[in-house]
C-alpha cells in the first residue's frame, strides 16, 4: 500500500463517523389506529358459516376514501388549509382501518351478514360506502367523519336506498391522544349508523 493510500484509509472512518454525527437522530412517529369503539347491539360473537334464517346477507361493495386522508397521515383542516398532525401516523392507512371497523360493526348479533369477495353466500344486495369527510377541524378540534351509504339489489342493480351518515366529536384535547380518541368515536358512530340502518332496508327475500 502506498502513503497516499494508506493516509486516505486512515481518514476514511474519521470521514464517515462526522458525517454520522452531522445529522440527528430522527424523532420517533406515534402509530395510532381507530375502530375499537363501534357501538354494537350486543357483545359481538362470532360470525357463523352460515347465515341465520331470516338473516339479510348483503355484499360488501368499495369504499371510497378522499385521497388526502385515506393514507396513514392523520388529516387537519383550518378553514381553507389543511395540514397532518406532525409525529403522528395510522398502524395503516386509515381506508384499510376503517374497513376492519365496517367488520367489526356487522359482526354483532341482530346485524346483517356481511359478505366479502370469496364468500359463497346468497347476497340480495350490496353495501358501498363513500367517505365524504374524514378530518379533524379546527378550531377545536373537532373530528368530523361523514359517509353517504348507497344500496343496491343485486338482481338487477336497482337503488334500495341511500343515506349521509354523519358525526362530530369534539376532542379533549389539542394533543395525538385526544384527537384519535375522538375520531375513534366519530367512527364508531358513523358505523352504527350504517349498520342498522342496512338492517331496516337490506331484502332478506
Known amino acids: 500500500m502506498t502513503r497516499k493510500a494508506a493516509i486516505a484509509a486512515a ?28 357501538a354494537a347491539p350486543a357483545a359481538a360473537t362470532t360470525t357463523a358459516a352460515a347465515p341465520a334464517a331470516g338473516q339479510a346477507v348483503v355484499f360488501k361493495g368499495p369504499i371510497v376514501f378522499p385521497p388526502a386522508s385515506g393514507g396513514d397521515r392523520i388529516l387537519t383542516v383550518t378553514g381553507s388549509e389543511s395540514a397532518y398532525v406532525g409525529g403522528a401516523r395510522w398502524v395503516a392507512p386509515a381506508a384499510s382501518l376503517f374497513d376492519e371497523a365496517l367488520l367489526k360493526a ?7 351478514r356481511l359478505a366479502v369477495r370469496g364468500e359463497p353466500l346468497p347476497a340480495l344486495s350490496t353495501l ?38 354523519e358525526a362530530e366529536v369534539p376532542a379533549s384535547g389539542n394533543r395525538q391522544v385526544s384527537i384519535v380518541a375522538a375520531y375513534d368515536q366519530a367512527v364508531g358512530q358513523v358505523l352504527a349508523g350504517v349498520r342498522d340502518w342496512t338492517a331496516a332496508t337490506a331484502p332478506t327475500k
Open 106 to 112: 356487522f359482526d354483532a348479533p341482530g346485524a346483517p
Open 11 to 38: 481518514a476514511l472512518p474519521l470521514l464517515l463517523g462526522g458525517c454520522i454525527s452531522v445529522f440527528p437522530k430522527a424523532k420517533p412517529v406515534q402509530m395510532y389506529r381507530f375502530g375499537d369503539q363501534v
Open 128 to 165: 358501498r360506502l363513500d367517505v365524504r369527510s374524514f378530518e379533524a377541524r379546527y378550531p377545536g378540534p373537532t373530528v368530523r367523519v361523514q359517509v353517504r351509504a348507497t344500496l343496491t339489489r343485486n338482481a338487477d342493480r336497482a337503488l334500495i336506498g341511500e343515506k349521509m351518515f
